[in-house]
């Protein structure tokens, strides 16, 4: 259970720590999706992970939330290990893959009411829950709307108010705007970064390099390694773009790398 967890360890600068991950490496068979990866988040912050197709940003997010288990290295969420612990560092966590498993044939409302079911949630809280998260999701309006109907950009954001039900302290959402139109990407970042202000924790992935300019840290991840791992405008140092300023260092390390592996 989260209360029985060790206290949050303190980063270099004193800052709570929620996520160390410390020499990962994840191996498919002969594969190397993540290769020695080594990062820090502190609680409250909202941390970008970027990089070109393949990698290895999926794989990575699925071992910090515990779909994925390492194959050397430790990962450490809450002061809880991700593999000797995993039940209780699931109870921290909200996670939101790629393709989030709505069901298309119940309604904005029933949707939500059955991850209310999964965790529990009964009574005025079970009240209160849903009309916050389909309040600021601005879904309200549209509780009875099957999830088929929706728009990409809505039924990201109902997606983002299941994973949301049971509050949890980190947030994890893997490229959660890919698709969606410009309009909605930027009522979706309103919402984190109002949950940011709330206390929440947020790791997110993302196609779209002017997201990570809303980022506190932007982790850049290209052949299974991270590169950089720095505030955007570090990232960006001297370039005129964080879009350039990533091809340039991925390029350093591989020639291969074409522009248009990234989001535009």
């Not at 993540?34 to 990062?39: A, E, G, K, L």
């Not at 071992?63 to 990962?75: D, E, N, R």
């Not at 809880?80 to 498993?101: N, T």
Request: net charge negative; charged share 25%; proline share 4%.
């Amino acid at each position: 259970m989260p209360g029985s967890a060790e206290p949050t360890p303190a980063a270099a600068d004193g800052s709570a720590e929620i996520i160390r991950a410390a020499g990962v490496t994840r191996r498919f068979g002969s594969l190397t999706a993540v290769s020695d990866v080594s990062f820090n988040v502190s609680a409250g912050d909202i941390v970008g992970l970027a990089g070109s197709d393949g990698a290895g940003k999926t794989t990575l997010l699925r071992m910090l939330a515990t779909m994925l288990a390492p194959s050397s290295g430790t990962i450490c969420v809450g002061g809880l290990d991700a593999v000797r612990e995993r039940s209780g560092v699931k109870e921290m966590i909200g996670y939101m893959p790629q393709r989030f498993g709505l069901y298309p044939d119940l309604t904005v409302a029933e949707n939500l009411d059955f991850f209310m079911d999964i965790y529990g949630i009964a009574g005025e809280k079970r009240r209160r829950r849903r009309e916050r998260y389909l309040g600021f999701s601005n879904l309200l309006p549209f509780v009875d709307r099957k999830a088929a109907d929706l728009s990409g950009g809505m039924k990201q954001k109902l997606g983002l108010a299941c994973v949301l039900v049971h509050e949890p302290r980190l947030l994890i959402l893997d490229e959660p705007t890919n698709g969606v139109d410009p309009l909605s990407r930027q009522e979706f970042w309103q919402i984190l970064t109002d949950m940011q202000r709330g206390g929440m924790t947020i790791l997110v992935s993302t196609a779209y390099l002017d997201e990570g300019e809303r980022c506190d840290r932007l982790l850049l991840m290209h052949n299974a390694r991270i590169l950089a791992d720095a505030a955007p405008a570090e990232v960006r140092a001297e370039f005129a773009s964080l879009e350039e300023a990533m091809i340039h260092r991925i390029q350093a390390v591989d020639h291969t790398l074409s522009e248009d592996s990234f989001g535009r």
